[in-house]
Nanobody
Framework: QVQLVESGGGLVQAGGSLRLSCVASGRTFIAYVMGWFRQAPGKEREFVAA????????YYSDSVKGRFTISRDNAKNTVYLQMNSLKPEDTAVYYC???????????????WGQGTQVTVSS
């Protein structure tokens, strides 16, 4: 198991930016594909972005492609989500996730953080 702690959420106006961070502990960080999910009120949790073990490959949902950037720093056991051009529909609780498998990471990852709230005002 790996423990995940997110930070960086908050309130921002539409068009603004935020950077989320997620620090991992407990197991070898580089063994895990890392990702971000989000859950808006009344909606199911959805995949946002993923980054592979070395950081060489990234994946995004269509709704955030071109606006969000995922990255990782393996020396700091940290994954980031840079969110630009934010829209009110990006409002959600954002969760960090980790799994050794890229397939599982994008669907049903085994490890979750506690979530951080992002609110985008219009």
């Amino acid at each position: 198991q790996v423990q995940l702690v997110e930070s960086g959420g908050g309130l921002v106006q539409a068009g603004g930016s935020l950077r989320l961070s997620c620090v991992a502990s407990g197991r070898t960080f580089i063994a895990y594909v890392m990702g971000w999910f989000r859950q808006a009120p009344g909606k199911e949790r959805e995949f946002v972005a993923a980054v592979t073990w070395s950081g060489s490959n990234t994946y995004y949902s269509d709704s955030v492609k071109g606006r969000f950037t995922i990255s990782r720093d393996n020396a700091k056991n940290t994954v980031y989500l840079q969110m630009n051009s934010l829209k009110p529909e990006d409002t959600a609780v954002y969760y960090c996730a980790a799994d050794p498998s890229i397939v599982k990471l994008t669907t049903t990852p085994n490890n979750w953080g506690q979530g951080t709230q992002v609110t985008v005002s219009s």
